[in-house]
């Protein structure tokens, strides 16, 4: 018999009282591990309301399968009501990440070409390199400054910078100088500006923005503040290629980057392209960085393994002669290093759909319409999903056939992501300091609660 909607265990009766109650937890950091709570304490399914936010959480695998299957044509994403409100504050449009319906599809397909293509996949490759052979030649600086062959910091920044550096080659063709002593101040207020964004959307995950911005709070005034800034950097450089294409005219010699492409190729409006290329510039910062982050502690964490990587580096090396898009072909397990960094420490807690039809999970009626989330986080942590889930092991996935959801920039932040990775093997060894261990902290993505301190070496 299949149980009604009604009888999904969980705190999903009085949203108000259960707000306080998240709000006593310091929910607003603790997300992540209020989740995995909720799952012991009420098992793979509950239903729960925290101020106006209401959803059904699962944690199973074949349940996440029954609940993609359930999307229709077009999977209906949780609208982050910050961003939206943002956007008609300020009269901007939505870009594929906010954009709903036929008109969000049509701007993905157009958008998939430019972005995820195989094709276009080989004109970043040689672009990406280039910033992380830059990359590693100012930490080389830094060593050497340094005078003692290590160079021990919080590597945060450089990896924003380095992450910025990556997505603006490839969006514009054009670099940014983000790998040099003195940088553009509006690129490093963009940066402060991304972070400042993801940390004010989440208490408006459950407290709506209209109501904020009606009493003038201060996490909304932040929050537009926010995006200013993110939307004032990218405007200028949309600009900047713009102008130059004008003048230019006729084809580009070289790769001219997705704009360009996006504008020559004329079937997007101006304003649809400005507000996911946008989108596509903010989204790749935090996100790719702080998972190149985890991946060196991790690394730091297990120094065989890491001997282990590096050895295979090398023989991709050798055997495609330095030709990096063959280089890709061959690391499995740094590739394996990157989905257990992800498995551990997720960028993003959850991942949600609303049900386009009826379904049957765990044996409960959940009717159409309903918020779904499967906890990726917790999931990452579950015995019955990974076997010694505390152990960070590349080499589990190896046998493993994945096909785990594609997100726009996916393919390009793991691009991204790898070809750091081969170059920072290649040239230090990174160490951490004993004893010290680092937990997630949730603001809006999950980031490390504290500084990661890393030493490099050189090999
Ligand atoms: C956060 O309960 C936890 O990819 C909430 O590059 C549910 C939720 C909704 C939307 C998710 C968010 C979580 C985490 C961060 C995500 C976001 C959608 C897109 C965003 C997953 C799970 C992210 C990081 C984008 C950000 C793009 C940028 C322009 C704002």
Not at 35 to 49: A, C, D, S
Not at 172 to 191: N, S
Not at 401 to 414: I, Q, V, W
Not at 420 to 437: A, D, Y
Request: glycine content about 6%; some cysteine.
């Amino acid at each position: 018999t299949i149980r009604p909607f009604s009888e999904i265990p969980g705190l999903w009766k009085n949203g108000v009282a259960n707000l306080y109650n998240f709000w006593k937890l310091d929910g607003f950091k603790n997300l992540h591990r209020i989740m995995l709570q909720n799952f012991n304490t009420f098992g793979p399914i509950y239903r729960e309301k925290v101020g106006y936010y209401e959803s059904v959480n699962i944690i199973n695998p074949e349940d996440a399968a029954i609940l993609f299957r359930a999307e229709g044509h077009y999977p209906k994403r949780l609208k982050v009501e910050a961003w939206t409100s943002y956007r008609d504050y300020r009269n901007r449009k939505y870009g594929v990440l906010l954009k709903n319906g036929e008109d969000w599809r049509s701007n993905r397909v157009i958008l998939n070409k430019e972005v995820i293509s195989p094709k276009v996949m080989e004109n970043f490759v040689p672009l990406l390199d280039e910033v992380g052979l830059d990359f590693v030649a100012r930490i080389h600086k830094k060593i050497t400054q340094n005078g003692q062959n290590k160079w021990t910091t919080d590597l945060s920044q450089e990896l924003f910078k380095y992450a910025l550096e990556s997505v603006s080659t490839v969006l514009y063709g054009e670099r940014l100088g983000l790998m040099l002593d003195y940088i553009d101040p509006e690129a490093q207020h963009f940066i402060d500006c991304i972070t400042l964004m993801f940390k004010t959307t989440s208490p408006m995950l459950y407290i709506p923005p209209a109501l904020l911005r009606q009493i003038g709070a201060k996490v909304w005034r932040d929050h537009v503040e926010a995006w200013d800034g993110i939307f004032n950097q990218a405007d200028r450089c949309i600009q900047n290629i713009y102008r130059q294409l004008r003048l230019e005219g006729g084809p580009p010699k070289k790769y001219p980057g997705v704009l360009a492409s996006l504008l020559m190729l004329d079937k997007l409006s101006i304003e649809d392209i400005k507000a996911s290329i946008t989108e596509l510039m903010a989204g790749g910062v935090d996100t790719t960085s702080i998972t190149l982050l985890w991946t060196l502690y991790e690394l730091a964490r297990y120094p065989n393994l890491q001997e282990e990587l590096r050895a295979e580096v090398a023989a991709a090396r050798a055997e495609s002669q330095g030709d990096m898009l063959e280089m890709l072909k061959r690391i499995p397990l740094v590739k394996g290093a990157l989905k257990e960094t992800l498995r551990l420490h997720p960028v993003a807690v959850s991942l949600q759909r609303y049900t386009a039809e009826d379904i049957i999970i765990q044996n409960y009626h959940i009717p159409a319409g309903t918020l779904v989330q499967l906890g990726l986080y917790a999931m990452g942590r579950d015995p019955k999903v990974f076997f010694r889930p505390e152990q960070y092991q590349p080499s589990r996935w190896l046998r493993t056939k994945t096909h785990y959801f594609r997100s726009l920039s996916f393919g390009l932040a793991e691009a991204e992501m790898q070809i750091f990775l081969i170059h920072m093997l290649e040239n230090f060894r990174v160490e951490k300091q004993r004893h010290v261990e680092v937990q997630s902290t949730f603001q809006l993505i999950l980031l490390p609660e504290k500084p990661i301190i890393l030493t490099l070496k050189s090999l």
